[in-house]
Each structure stands twice: as structure tokens, then as C-alpha cells.
């Protein structure tokens, strides 16, 4: 079943095609501009969201970048993107994928935002503040090589990228054990590949 990644290189895309790259299998790029072309009918009934990233494989269509990333590790098991269902380190790589996407993201976007969330109302967030999230994170990234042990899967794609693009653009605090985990996570081969095309992507589809 033939892969199509729906992206724009200035979007969460990145993380899809680093996913992509990992696994190793063909795909194809369709760039989708911001504005107008996100919101046509032919792509509306790709993602009636009207946003990337999304990816059709086969018959199958998915969007959320976590989504994609945990169906992406599940259809190409021979990756090692995610560890064995049923496995000691399942509920570990479900929690920290979902971490980043229902605390990690959500508390950044806010905390740049200039939201602020009264102390007696964290309750009524799901990541209940800015601080505690980059503390539980930097705990997190500290521990081992990876998010999970020496592991590496889908959920250092989804967490690390958001590290690595919050250092970049001073949106987190540069905390060593952030900076440690992304300059681990940078030097895989297939970030690299993916980056780099992404970059020359940029370049010619601003």
C-alpha cells in the first residue's frame, strides 16, 4: 500500500517524515500551501480539519501528529518505533506519547500565548501548569538515553521535536537535560535525512 505524507515544511509534518524516514519504506510528498489550498474540497476530505499534517496509506487517512506516529509505528512493527504490545514498556511509550501531545504542546502553545492559568483553576487543565510540565519533562528526558531506556520510539519523535523546536525558537527554558536529549536525538541518521529535506523543501515552497 503505497504511503502519502499531506505536509508543509514549516509545519508538525517534520515529525511525520522523521517518522517516515525511520521506518524506511517508500512515500510520497504532497505540499500543501498555508491559506486557500488547505481549505479546498479536495483536501477537506483528506482532513475536513483543514490543517497538516496527514497521511493516507492505502485506503486508510489519518491526522493528529500523534495519531499518525502511533499508527505509523504499529503498521511497520519491523522499525522498532513502539515496544510489543502486551510488553513491560507499552504503557510507557502510550503515556509519554500522549503526554506530549494532552500536556507538553498544549502548555507551551499556552505559556506563549500569554494564557495564564490561575493557581485555583490548574485543576481544570489538563497539564495543570507551565512549570510542572517542564519539570515532569525535564525528570523524563534525564533518566536514560531515550524517553523510554535505550530505546528509541515514536514517542522521542513527538516529544524530542517539540524540545528541539521550543530550543529553537527560546519558547521552553534552556534547561541542560533538554538540550542533552535533542543533541542525542539530532544525530540520528534519519533525522538528518528528513530535516534536510524538509529545509531544501522550505527553500523552494516558502
Known amino acids: ?6 505536509t508543509n515544511p514549516m509545519s508538525r509534518g517534520r515529525m511525520v517524515r522523521w517518522a517516515l524516514e525511520e ?11 498555508y491559506g486557500p489550498p488547505m481549505k479546498t474540497p479536495e ?6 480539519m483543514g490543517k497538516v499534517p496527514a497521511l493516507r496509506h492505502g485506503e486508510a487517512i489519518i491526522t493528529e501528529t500523534a495519531a499518525i506516529l502511533a499508527y505509523l509505528a504499529d503498521a511497520f512493527p ?5 515496544p510489543p504490545p502486551g510488553s513491560a514498556l507499552r504503557g510507557a511509550y502510550y503515556r509519554w506519547l500522549f503526554f506530549g501531545a494532552g500536556c507538553f504542546e498544549p502548555a507551551v502553545l499556552n505559556h506563549n500565548l500569554g494564557v495564564s492559568i490561575p493557581p485555583e483553576r490548574a485543576g481544570m487543565v489538563g497539564y495543570g501548569s507551565f512549570e510542572a510540565v517542564m ?15 535505550e530505546e528509541f520510539s515514536a514517542a522521542d519523535i513527538y516529544l524530542g521535536a517539540q524540545i528541539g523546536f521550543g530550543l529553537r525558537f527560546d519558547s521552553i527554558a534552556r534547561r541542560p537535560a533538554f538540550e542533552a536529549y535533542w543533541g542525542r536525538l539530532q544525530h540520528r541518521p534519519a533525522y538528518q535525512r ?4 524538509d529545509d531544501k523543501l522550505l527553500a523552494t515552497h516558502p
Request: charged letters at 10%; glycine letters at 6%.
Open 1 to 6: 500500500m503505497s504511503l502519502i505524507l499531506y
Open 23 to 33: 521506518i524506511g519504506q517508500p512515500y510520497e510528498t504532497q505540499i500543501i500551501h
Open 43 to 48: 483536501y477537506l476530505a483528506i482532513n475536513p
Open 78 to 82: 519491523a522499525a522498532g518505533l513502539a
Open 135 to 149: 519539570n515532569v519533562t525535564e525528570a523524563a528526558v534525564s533518566r536514560s538515553t531515550y524517553i523510554l531506556g
Open 194 to 197: 528528513a530535516n534536510e529535506t
